[in-house]
């Protein structure tokens, strides 16, 4: 079970931080992703970390901005955003996923219901 929290509504170029518990599985044998979706469009991947949290990756739309971060001992992954831009509206989502480096939504076993994130101009 993934649990999402931290949504709200932010100014262009203020500062969320997502945070995401899991509980029912062996949290550190998963790899953690961020996945984004607006209305109208599709879910994207945001970003992802590894099992120990020493390799991150990021999409090119967030890069620089946004930063992801887990605590294996919390079972907690975090999505640390700044600099927030009116295009990052959109429901943010963690999911779970037993595949390396993976950053499509069907490599993803498990999935948060999703919080909301709002950014106004």
């Known amino acids: 079970l993934l649990v999402e929290s931290g949504g709200g509504l932010v100014q262009a170029g203020g500062s969320l931080r997502l945070s995401c518990a899991a509980s029912?599985?062996?949290?550190?044998?998963?790899?953690m992703g961020w996945f984004r979706q607006a209305p109208g469009k599709e879910r994207e991947f945001v970003g992802a970390i590894s099992w120990s949290g020493g390799r991150t990756y990021y999409a090119d739309s967030v890069k620089g901005r946004f930063t992801i971060s887990r605590d294996n001992a919390k079972n907690m992954v975090y999505l640390q955003m700044n600099s927030l831009k009116p295009e990052d509206t959109a429901v943010y989502y963690c999911?779970?996923?037993?595949?390396?480096?993976?950053?499509?939504?069907?490599?993803?076993?498990?999935w948060g219901q999703g919080t909301q994130v709002t950014v106004s101009s």
């Open positions: 999911a779970a996923s037993n595949i390396a480096g993976a950053t499509l939504t069907s490599k993803y076993n498990y």
């Open positions: 029912g599985r062996t949290f550190s044998n998963y790899w």
